[in-house]
């Protein structure tokens, strides 16, 4: 079956502690993305990748760091999580580019205390 | 002035009839536009895209453009209690490697 799958689905932390979110997808999808979700400010782009070692920061990036060392695996790393980082998170993917359909992982739900 | 806009709603239709949804954008390049589904705890999920000018249908959906207007819409025919969601407006500027999304528009179809 064709998915994007995220790890963990929830997530309780504390401010400081490093954590990493999974996202891995079976499509040989070129372009992925890590987006956020707060109530009332929609899905808002955190960082992108066009293919392998080709990533870019999208609309807030502060806070989190990402990496494509392998097509299909395009992981979340937060290094010192704060609490307004809590938030739903999803990965995404698509074939080529942006304006491609893109494919959403079940989500993450990450709270920082 | 937000990049796309939307209507947070709720937008409450009676079962049968048309939902109508709008969404406007802010950057004339913008050259691909989509309309993603999101029900209550899940992910969004592609229903409809267009790329030029015009009506493009789908089913029970039609989505319209107009880029003289910087305007894209939804329309929902014969409306279902399961159509209730909330619909993301996105848009993709030209040769661009992003999708800005817009608030969502949250949908209630009652019986």
């Known amino acids: 079956e064709a998915q994007v799958t995220q790890n963990p689905r929830y997530l309780i932390t504390v401010t400081g502690k490093k954590l990493t979110v999974t996202c891995s997808q079976n499509m040989n999808h070129e372009y992925m993305s890590w987006y956020r979700q707060d109530p009332g400010l929609g899905l808002r782009q955190i960082y992108y990748s066009m293919n392998v070692e080709v990533t870019d920061k999208g609309d807030v990036p502060e806070g989190y760091k990402v990496s494509r060392k392998e097509k299909r695996n395009f992981p979340l790393i937060l290094e010192s999580p704060s609490p307004n980082q809590t938030s739903l998170y999803f990965c995404?993917?698509?074939?080529?580019?942006?304006?491609?359909?893109?494919?959403f992982g079940p989500g993450t739900r990450l709270t920082v205390t | 002035q937000k990049e796309v806009e939307q209507n947070s709603g709720p937008l409450s239709v009676p079962e049968g009839a048309i939902a109508s949804l709008n969404c406007t954008y802010s950057d004339r390049v913008s050259q691909s536009f989509f309309w993603y589904r999101q029900y209550s705890g899940k992910s969004p999920e592609l229903i409809m895209s267009?790329?030029?000018?015009g009506d493009k249908e789908d089913g029970r959906f039609t989505a319209q453009l107009n880029k003289a207007s910087q305007y894209v819409s939804l329309l929902i025919r014969d409306s279902q209690p399961s159509d209730s969601a909330t619909y993301l407006c996105?848009?993709?500027?030209?040769?661009?490697?992003?999708?800005?999304f817009g608030g969502g528009t949250r949908v209630l179809v009652k019986p």
């Open positions: 995404a993917s698509s074939l080529v580019l942006a304006s491609y359909e893109q494919y």
């Open positions: 267009i790329y030029s000018n």
């Open positions: 996105a848009v993709n500027k030209a040769a661009g490697n992003k999708l800005t």
